[in-house]
T-cell receptor
Framework: SQQGEEDPQALSIQEGENATMNCSYK?????LQWYRQNSGRGLVHLIL?????REKHSGRLRVTLDTSKKSSSLLITASRAADTASYFC???????????FGTGTKLQVIP | SAVISQKPSRDICQRGTSLTIQCQVD?????MFWYRQQPGQSLTLIAT?????????ESGFVIDKFPISRPNLTFSTLTVSNMSPEDSSIYLC???????????FGSGTRLTVV
């Protein structure tokens, strides 16, 4: 079964708006990562946040992590049509441990 | 980060046949991972491949159906055997030297079984 559940399952916004996706997971983690997948192709790593971090930024991306609630959010600011993709959260327990993926959010940014 | 070349990018196969997917990495990596992504779904780990040892399979996946080879630190293959339409999926390989820095994925193999 999947470790993470994401919501919403699908999100449609206008270009320039912000997009927020949420991820909840079930067991303790070492790291939480976010990936983007365009049209069923390979995944692109966006950002990694460690369990002892609460917030992280990378360009237009902001990730928060609340380990007490076992949840994370990904915010994309000033969205662009090129941000249209599926976004997945993924958790691991550190070291060479496997990564377990959430259910994903399909984002559509309308020009 | 590592660069992965995955082949083929797509294939249409007859049921009952087998397909071997290859992943070549431009640097030596300890662990390689194989995932399946069924249509409209998330990624499910099939197995973890270490060089020089047998692959470790996740629940629901068996070696007879998905044999994996890992002959060296830069290469791995996954074979989908005796295919049925239910095997139609995207298959992805992934590498990560250390999870603290994220994983790199191949571009995926889109398999359709008819």
């Amino acid at each position: 079964s999947q470790q993470g559940e994401e919501d919403p399952q699908a999100l449609s916004i206008q270009e320039g708006e912000n997009a927020t996706m949420n991820c909840s997971y079930k067991t303790s983690i070492n790291n939480l990562q976010w990936y983007r997948q365009n049209s069923g192709r390979g995944l692109v790593h966006l950002i990694l946040i460690r369990s002892n971090e609460r917030e992280k930024h990378s360009g237009r991306l902001r990730v928060t992590l609340d380990t007490s609630k076992k949840s994370s959010s990904l915010l994309i600011t000033a969205s662009r049509a090129a941000d249209t993709a599926s976004y997945f959260c993924a958790t691991d327990k550190g070291g060479y441990q496997k990564v377990t993926f959430g259910t994903g959010t399909k984002l559509q940014v309308i020009p | 980060s590592a660069v992965i070349s995955q082949k083929p990018s797509r294939d249409i196969c007859q049921r009952g046949t087998s397909l071997t997917i290859q992943c070549q990495v431009d640097s030596q990596v300890t662990m390689m991972f194989w995932y399946r992504q069924q249509p409209g779904q998330s990624l499910t780990l099939i197995a973890t491949a270490n060089q020089g040892s047998e692959a470790t399979y996740e629940s629901g996946f068996v070696i007879d159906k998905f044999p994996i080879s890992r002959p060296n630190l830069t290469f791995s293959t996954l074979t989908v055997s005796n295919m049925s339409p239910e095997d139609s999926s995207i298959y992805l390989c992934s590498v990560g030297q250390e999870t603290n820095y994220g994983y790199t994925f191949g571009s995926g193999t889109r398999l359709t079984v008819v």
